[in-house]
Antibody, heavy 118, light 107 residues
Framework: QITLKESGPALVKPTQTLTLTCTFS??????????VGWFRQPPGKALEWLAL???????RYRPSLKSRLTITKDTSENQVVLTVTNMDPEDTATYYC??????????WGQGTLVTVSS | DIQMTQSPSSLSASVGDRVTITCRAS??????LAWYQQKPGKAPKLLIY???TLQSGVPSRFSGSGSGTDFTLTISSLQSEDVATYYC?????????FGQGTKLEIK
C-alpha cells in the first residue's frame, strides 16, 4: 500500500524559506522510473505542479518558479524535501506531494496548508 | 508551454443527467491527458488517463474521449456523490499543466 504524507510549518513569514517534507511508504525511490513530485493549490484556485525528482535524481521544476525551488530526495529515509525561498503571501496554498510511476500521478498525500503572513 | 483550458468553469445538473466537461490544449498534444476528481478538502483522485482509459475502481459512468487539442470527460448518469471539481492535466512531460477546473454541483 502506497502512502505519502506532507509535513512542515503551517505559517511562514514573507521572505522566509519554506521547507516541506514528504514521507512515503509502500515504494522505493530506487525503483526505475519512479518519482515523487510536489503540487500546490491556493485557496479556491486550481492545482499547479511545482517540482519532480526521479529515482535517478533527475529533477524538473515549474519554469516560472525554478529560481525559488529546490527538490531533494533521501532514499534511505523515504523522504523528499521541497524548499521554496522568498515566500510571499501569494504562495499561501495547500501543498501536496504525489507518487509518479508509468507517467501517472496516482497516489497523493493528504496535503498541508501553508499560510504566508507577517 | 502547452496551456489547458476547461469549460465550463462551473456546471449545475440534476441527478441522472449526462454531463460533459471539455478540455482544450493550446497546441496539439499526444493523448497523455488525465482527468481528476477533487472533493473539498481532499487530494485529487485520478479518474482517467491516456485520454480514455478508466483508472481501476472508477465507476463506468465516467468516460473520456478526444485527441489532438480537444478532450472530453463525460458522466453518463450524474450521481450525488459526483459533486466535486474536475481537472484535466497533461502528464507525459514537464510542466504538468492542469486546466483551471470545472466545479460540478447538483441542481
Amino acid at each position: 500500500q502506497i502512502t505519502l504524507k506532507e509535513s512542515g510549518p503551517a505559517l511562514v513569514k514573507p521572505t522566509q524559506t519554506l521547507t516541506l517534507t514528504c514521507t512515503f511508504s509502500g515504494f522505493s525511490l530506487n525503483t526505475n522510473k519512479v518519482g515523487v513530485g510536489w503540487f500546490r493549490q491556493p485557496p479556491g484556485k486550481a492545482l499547479e505542479w511545482l517540482a519532480l525528482v526521479y529515482w535517478d535524481d533527475d529533477k524538473r521544476y515549474r519554469p516560472s518558479l525554478k529560481s525559488r525551488l529546490t527538490i531533494t530526495k533521501d532514499t534511505s529515509e523515504n523522504q523528499v524535501v521541497l524548499t521554496v525561498t522568498n515566500m510571499d503571501p501569494e504562495d499561501t496554498a495547500t501543498y501536496y506531494c504525489a507518487h509518479r510511476s508509468d507517467l501517472l500521478w496516482l497516489y497523493w498525500g493528504q496535503g498541508t496548508l501553508v499560510t504566508v503572513s507577517s | 508551454d502547452i496551456q489547458m483550458t476547461q469549460s465550463p468553469s462551473s456546471l449545475s445538473a440534476s441527478v441522472g443527467d449526462r454531463v460533459t466537461i471539455t478540455c482544450r490544449a493550446s497546441q496539439g498534444m499526444s493523448n497523455y491527458l488525465a482527468w481528476y476528481q477533487q472533493k473539498p478538502g481532499k487530494a485529487p483522485k485520478l479518474l482517467i488517463y491516456a485520454a480514455s482509459t478508466l483508472q481501476s475502481g472508477v465507476p463506468s459512468r465516467f468516460s473520456g474521449s478526444g485527441s489532438g487539442t480537444d478532450f472530453t470527460l463525460t458522466i453518463s448518469s450524474l450521481q450525488s456523490e459526483d459533486v466535486a471539481t474536475y481537472y484535466c492535466q497533461r502528464y507525459n512531460s514537464a510542466p504538468y499543466t492542469f486546466g483551471q477546473g470545472t466545479k460540478l454541483e447538483i441542481k
